[in-house]
């Protein structure tokens, strides 16, 4: 499918701007256009791929090119008032080619957590193409400022949005090193693993045509009815030569072993199924109470067959509990078959609980002489959903 992505702040810029890399290096075609917006002018100078023109540096007027720290309100104020400037650059770009918005951001920070909401709203007001979000959740050794940003932005930004596609920078941190120094792989691994998602369906001229194909459209309505989503993803290396694939069968090279070698594809690609779903996800969850999911299969197409995909989908279905479940493949001539699952509108978080348990305290402390305050918090714990004051 192709998207128009909206980098906001650091973070939001970084990953765009990856995820440009990766569209360029495997021919993906995800990326229709690519935006950055910040109230830094350092942090849009970094860049390596987006195009200058298509850099907007927000707030000059109040903090003139120096960024908002991590206030978030301020973050959320510049983008309001500077929404028009963030238009044209949306205006320049050709939205009847793309099937939906990506806006994504650092919830932990100032400009994209306060920002990025923002320019949803801003996006779902005018367009009728969906708006997602890809909100990156703050590592927890961060600090509690970025805890509250992340709890107060997500909050927001999954109203504003289409559907909530999340990463938690903490659940990603290799062990003895910090975050900062691991984000070049972070986010490696992020453009990969919603490339492929993304990338399914995307097939260009002269490419291999998928057996079972996802398209768009069953990408848009596996996020449709909202929530929060998450991506599990595993992959195996295998040998790009074909002389003992698909080519052998023509030729009978291989003596007649079709059937071991469909048992074998089959088994390889419900393994894959298993390790994406009960793996490291790009949001930790159970996966059980799942509303809808997407598994996608990518690999070269012998590696492929609609018999793995259907019992991966099965299995998918048993374990989530969900009776929407959507498969199917993504063929790629890269030397690994990777499985890549969508789960949508998740509700058993233990993050998202633990986040906004944080927050509540940390605005307990803040405010705890305001009674207005605290019998916002009294209502808010008493809220099944456990909600906080939005943004805006
Ligand atoms: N995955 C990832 N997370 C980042 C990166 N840079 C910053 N973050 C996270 O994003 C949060 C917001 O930081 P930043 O994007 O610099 O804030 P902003 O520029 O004010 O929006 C931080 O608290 C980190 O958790 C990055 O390159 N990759
Ligand atoms: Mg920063």
Redesign the pocket.
């Known amino acids: 499918m192709k998207l128009a992505m909206i980098g906001?702040?650091?973070?939001?810029g970084?990953?765009v701007d990856r995820f440009l890399d990766y569209d360029d290096r495997t021919n993906s075609g995800i990326v229709r256009a690519a935006i950055a917006v910040?109230s830094?002018k350092a942090?849009l100078m970094g860049l390596e791929n987006i195009p200058q023109e298509n850099r907007v540096l927000i707030g000059q007027a109040r903090v003139k090119g120096h960024?908002?720290g991590?206030d978030n309100e301020l973050?959320a104020e510049v983008a309001e008032e500077d929404i028009d400037e963030v238009q044209n650059a949306i205006d320049a770009i050709p939205t009847h080619e793309v099937d939906a918005f990506l806006v994504v951001?650092?919830?932990?920070?100032?400009?994209?957590?306060g920002g990025a909401p923002v320019l949803a709203k801003h996006l779902k007001r005018i367009y009728t193409i969906p708006v997602y979000g890809l909100g990156?959740l703050?590592?927890t050794d961060?600090g509690g400022i970025?805890t509250l940003n992340a709890a107060r932005s997500f909050q927001t930004f999954v109203r504003e949005v289409d559907n909530l596609l999340v990463?938690d920078?903490d659940s990603w941190r290799q062990t003895g090193e910090s975050?900062e120094g691991g984000?070049d792989q972070?986010?490696e691994e992020?453009v990969r693993r919603f490339g492929i998602l993304f990338g399914a369906g995307e097939v260009g001229d002269g490419q291999e045509v998928a057996e079972s194909v996802v398209d768009s459209s069953e990408i848009i309505n596996t996020l449709s009815g909202g929530g929060v989503s998450t991506v599990g993803f595993a992959s195996e290396e295998v040998d790009l030569n074909t002389s003992g694939g698909l080519l052998s069968r023509f030729t009978g090279d291989d003596g007649g072993n079709d059937n071991l070698d469909a048992a074998n594809t089959t088994n390889r690609i419900t393994s894959l199924v298993r390790k994406a779903a009960l793996g490291r996800l790009t949001l930790p969850c159970e996966i059980e109470g799942t509303e809808r999911a997407l598994l996608v299969l990518s690999g070269p197409s012998e590696y492929l067959n609609r018999k793995g995909i259907e019992r991966g989908r099965k299995w998918l279905e048993e374990e989530t509990g969900s009776m929407e479940v959507r498969g199917g493949d993504f063929p790629r001539q890269e030397p690994e078959v990777a499985a890549a699952i969508l789960l949508s509108g998740v509700t058993n978080v233990p993050r998202i609980k633990r986040l906004q348990q944080v927050a509540i305290e940390a605005q307990d402390n803040i405010d705890d002489i305001q009674q207005e305050s605290e019998e916002n918090l009294e209502s808010l714990v008493e809220d099944d959903e456990d909600e906080l004051e939005p943004l805006f």
């Open positions: 906001f702040g650091q973070a939001g970084k990953i910040n830094a942090d960024g908002v991590a973050g951001a650092g919830m932990g920070g100032g400009t994209g957590s990156v703050p590592g961060e970025y990463f920078n975050v984000y972070i986010n992020i």
